[in-house]
């Protein structure tokens, strides 16, 4: 009885010890996928660590970061609010829902999570700055001067809290005293865009459009796609009359973001200017589209078609403003004009007899007034007054676009390298996909195995595939589910092994890298002269690296070396280039440029068509300060359909 006992307590521990082993490798998963931005994915896995352990904080956690990431700020506070119900002491926990809540523009919340936050980090700079933050945001600007105050004291040389401190300062109306404290920030850090552009701001509000415009090129030099910098300094520019300049900072603007109201809507009365009408109108139907009741806009389009000759369509137009503001003499005799136009005599001489009888009306004292409800019909953007409709539109209130302090966006992009190099190949059952159409990644071994083995789905050749989404990743688990079965069921794994490489690349696309890295090797023990498993594993095993230095995580996986996978599949399959650049890849990232550079040169020589060989090797070469070599090989990927290359060459020609 005594052995049974025994065997029972530890059957039972070696179970617990499974399950919390199986849970922690999906958190890895989940982990990965979440580091290279696959988030629809890495919500699956924890999906399922949550569905087996729903009292750990972790998993809720990370799948608020994945939710966040897709812009589900709802979804993502949910999680956290589960997550901080599980464990209170994570100062993590109340920064993430800080920034859902600020997202929301819960700002009141948002400051008290970061009060939470802090009183569990107190150093935690970024903290300080979000609720400072808010609260400019929440305009309580005595509590925010309190912890700005705090924040200089503490931290002197914190350029940011100087420039949101002077940002109070403006929004109090105090420009000598905001002015003073974006000067301490500039003398600390002068290449903060934020602090550029409220210096700008300041200008503006002087009418110092000369300084504002070159201040506005500082912020937009350091920060060049935030949107409201062009149009601010397309306004500048217009006070400078510089309309060539002004018109050139709204086409980028809308290139940036092309729903933007006043960049459609300055940059149609700029091309009334111009005399470029019928492009102007494209901005104001753009304008009507988005608010139909904007009158200034459908009064300025009126005058377009007008002038274009489209008659009926700017009497459709002065006819919706006159029925909104029946007063607009001005409005009542373009309509007028247009009627006589037509031949439509007994309509114009109604509205100019409608017009007679308004200024008699008015020299008697009798002229009707707008009412407090259309007032308040026509935006606050645009002036109330139709006489000024020639005039371009500012925001109310002047405003910077803020960044605020968080780890959960952008991380992923801060890479060891100045530009983002392309990603490796890989095997992988989905498209080659990169815009190259005209090309196709292929090689022998590989269509060789799939002739051989005819797998469920065709083993590919991939570079930097589209991330799952929920339908794909569902069938990718059920390939997974369905080749373990298949595993597991085989009488002779010897001759089934190649099931273990198809379920390796069936990992690898779902990014648990560390079960495809345990599949590759139990099937190199069987075959060992795979070039296709040792690629794969090298590959697996680069990217695992990869995520595990970035997370300060210790590897289990050093026992598998990088390099020599890399080198015995080279030694195997020579004429393979897909293998060559992915070693130069290995190199680059380890600063090791000049074999880089020898592999791309090798990988180009059997196969001169691969774009990213030549992108790679022109940022090697650019790191080697070989700067015209290396802009011709960007300019040749660039040729090839790697068209992000052009902006990479922009910027080294500069230089």
Known sequence: MRKVIVFIIALASSVSALAQYNIQRVLLAGRGALYYEDYVLSIQYFNQAINAKPYLYEPWYLRAIAKY?????????????????????ISGLYDLRGVCRIRQEKFTAAAADYDLAIRHDPNNQGYWYNRALCRL????????????????????????????????????????????????????????????????????????????DQQLSEAIHLKPTTVGYYVNRAMSRFNLNNLRGALSDYDKAIELDPNNFLAHYNRGQLRIQVGDDNRAIEDFDFIVRMEPDNFMAIFNRALLLDRTGDLYGAIRDYTEVINQFPNFWAGLQYRANCYRRLG????????????????????????PRWTKKQRKEVRKKSDIDLDKYAQLVEEDEPNVEHEYASVYR????????????????????????????????????VEQFNN?????????????????????????????????????????????????????????????YDAAINDLTAYLQIDNRSSLAYWHRAVCQAMMYEFTEEHGMESKLK??????????????????????????????????????????TRAIEID?????????????RIHQEQLDEGIADLSKAGELGLYDAYSVIKKYQKK
């Open 69 to 89: 990431n897709l812009d589900d700020f709802i979804g993502a506070e949910s999680d956290c609010n589960e997550a901080i119900a599980l464990n209170p002491y």
């Open 344 to 367: 439509m005599t007994a309509k114009a001489e109604m509205d100019e007899f409608r017009i007679f009888k308004a200024q008699n009306d008015k020299h008697f004292g009798i002229q």
């Open 452 to 512: 051989t083995h005819r797998p469920q789905h065709r083993i590919l050749i991939s570079c930097k595939p589209k991330s799952l989404n929920k339908a794909e990743t569902r069938v990718y688990f059920t390939l997974i589910d369905t080749l373990s079965v298949q595993i597991g069921s085989s009488r002779d794994l010897q001759k089934d092994c190649h099931l273990l490489l198809q379920r390796a690349v069936a990992y690898a696309v779902t990014q648990d």
């Open 608 to 620: 001169p068509n691969i774009a990213e060989a030549y992108y790679n090797r022109g940022l090697a």
């Open 137 to 212: 945001q929440d305009k309580d600007f005595d509590r925010a001067n309190q912890e700005l105050d705090s924040m200089m004291n503490r931290w002197k040389g914190n350029a940011k809290a100087c420039q949101l401190k002077a940002e109070v300062c403006l929004q109090q109306g105090d420009t000598t005293k905001a002015a003073k404290y974006l000067d301490r920030s500039l003398e600390i850090d002068r290449y903060d865009g934020e602090a550029w552009a409220v210096r700008a701001m300041i200008s503006m509000s002087k009418k110092k459009w000369k300084d504002a």
């Open 559 to 600: 026992s598998v070396n990088t390099i020599d996978d890399f080198n015995e599949a080279i030694r195997l399959n020579p004429q393979n280039p897909f293998i060559l650049y992915d070693r130069g890849n290995y190199y680059f990232v380890r600063s090791q440029y000049a074999q880089a550079v020898d592999d791309y």
């Open 410 to 445: 952008g991380k992923v992009q801060n890479r060891k390298v100045d530009e983002d190099m392309m990603p490796m190949f890989t095997l992988s059952y989905r498209q080659y996909d990169n815009g190259l159409k005209a090309y196709t990644a292929f090689d022998n071994e």
